[in-house]
């Protein structure tokens, strides 16, 4: 059974960092994908930033150069690193992951690619 639990959100202010991670397990395949994604009532939930077992990553318009997708493959954590928060930022987070099935591509930020997921953490930003 697959599970994902993220941790790490919580309230800054504009300008402000945080650091989500998601511990995932059970999870046995080699090749993955792996996301974060973010959602606000009434909204899609919107890919943030994604990252396979190619190292290659992908990354929303709107959080470019602010930020940064990583795993640790021995730790089986993904994290995300937030800097330069926006209010426009504010959003449950969740972490997600499924099978790669092409390799030396980027992989999607469509959450209907995506097979398992995470309960979600929280991140508030304030102006």
């Known amino acids: 059974q697959v599970q994902l639990v993220e941790s790490g959100g919580g309230s800054v202010q504009a300008g402000g960092s945080l650091r989500l991670s998601c511990v995932v397990s059970?999870?046995?395949?080699?090749?993955?994908?792996m996301a974060w994604f973010r959602q606000v009532p009434g909204k899609e939930r919107e890919g943030v930033a994604a990252i396979c077992s190619d190292r290659i990553t992908n990354y929303a318009n709107s959080v470019k150069g602010r930020f940064t997708i990583s795993n640790d493959n021995a730790e089986n954590t993904l994290s995300l690193q937030m800097n330069s928060l926006e209010p426009e930022d504010t959003a449950m987070y969740y972490c997600?992951?499924?099978?790669?099935?092409?390799?030396?591509?980027?992989?999607?930020?469509?959450?209907?690619?995506?097979?398992?997921w995470g309960q979600g953490t929280q991140v508030t930003v304030s102006s």
């Open positions: 059970g999870y046995t395949y080699s090749r993955y994908y």
């Open positions: 997600a992951v499924t099978l790669a099935v092409w390799s030396g591509l980027p992989p999607p930020l469509r959450w209907n690619e995506y097979n398992f």
